[in-house]
């Protein structure tokens, strides 16, 4: 239940959804109380250029992506990694016969690189599909067909096919691979998503170390640069405040124990 709801949610609530239903319904409104119309029309106009020329999806994105440094060596074995699914287009994938990304491909070759550096190293793909509906493919077989072109034989890699969001992730992640108390595993997914994603970990009981690729930002929230078009400066703040709000809702919901974790201690 909770999966449904969080799709049909943001479907709503996307506000490059949300601002064009305010600015359609005041024009529908106007017809009969013009002021209450014209008020709605121009909050919905208004709050599209703003959000998405002004800086704050940049802003909104810095914090995510700050709070886990980036992967440094430090001496401790590797024995596994775990690469988080949402990157693959299944759809495109399927229809054109060859696997196709989306801007957070990063894992992908995070992914190829690790398996190359850590040989020894167990490697799990976890995610199965976020789709409300049917999939013509799963993310699993999307990353299958991409392994021959990042140099990785099948073999080595293991697929957790059925969870549908990070909660999941975690749960059946540490389900399939019983990952032993001292062991130290990798945990690859987009710099903005890791906060979240280690907080499952944490909450699944399977430990894990921060490797947060798909930056977004220089790390300057560059407070008085506008985006160069609104479409792009809409998808900035889309992509973070669907983040703080799946933060919260995983938080007061008893998903993760803290509102934004971050590096524990030592």
Known sequence: ?????????????????????????????????????????????????????????????????????????DGRRVDGIVVLGGSELPGISAAR?????????????????LARRYPQARIVVAGGSGRLGESPMQEADVVRMALPQ??????RVTFETASRNTEENARLAKALVKPGPDENWLLVTSAY???RAVGCFRAAGFPVTAYPVDFRTTGNPGYFRLFSSVAEGLGFFELALREWIGLSVYYFTGRIGSPLPGPQPG
């Open 1 to 73: 239940m909770f999966f449904y709801v969080s799709k049909i949610f943001w479907m709503i609530a996307a506000p490059s959804t949300l601002l064009p239903l305010i600015a359609l319904a005041g024009l529908a409104v106007s017809l009969r109380w013009r002021r209450l119309g014209m008020t709605l029309a121009t909050l919905g106009v208004v709050g599209l250029l703003l959000i998405g020329l002004g800086p704050f999806g940049r802003m909104l994105l810095v914090p995510l992506e700050g709070r886990f440094p980036p992967y440094s060596e």
């Open 97 to 113: 016969g060859q696997p196709s990304f989306q801007e957070s491909a990063e894992r992908i070759l995070a992914m190829g690189e």
């Open 193 to 195: 998503h890791m906060p």
């Open 150 to 155: 990042i140099g990785l034989a099948e073999e």
